[in-house]
């Protein structure tokens, strides 16, 4: 089933590099771009959206902050957040928002694990 998949990333060429890795594992799919969380929301009023890999390091929203704007708002979507921060408070997060952690530098199996799980139900926040 082909899907729409967002990369957000303020780094055109760490956006290029996931994009490619996505469309080597779902060549079937859509990919679309943003450089941060603002316009995120701005593709997300254009395009309908499965899955997004986001970048913690961004100006403005962090990945987590702009992951839990984006759950709250469509709660349907698959998210990973990219980030070479392994930090506890960090990891747990992003787990915390039911997303998946992806460290830096990725790496293809990675990436496909993930999105290979976007086939089964989004994954659920952790009940507190």
Do not use: C
């Amino acid at each position: 089933m082909s899907k729409t998949a967002i990369i957000v990333d303020d780094s055109k060429l760490s956006r290029m590099h996931v994009r490619a890795m996505v469309l080597r594992h779902k060549p079937d799919w859509s990919v679309v771009e943003a450089a941060n969380g603002d316009e995120l929301f701005q593709r997300l009023g254009e395009t309908t959206v499965d899955v997004a890999i986001i970048d913690y390091n961004m100006p403005g929203d962090n990945g987590v902050e702009a992951a839990g704007k984006l759950r709250e708002s469509h709660p349907h979507i698959h998210i990973a957040i990219i980030t070479a921060n392994a930090q506890d408070a960090v990891v747990s997060g992003i787990r915390a928002l039911g997303a998946a952690f992806m460290p830096k530098p990725l790496d293809e199996e990675q990436v496909s694990r993930f999105l290979a799980s976007t086939a089964l139900p989004r994954r659920r926040a952790p009940q507190a």
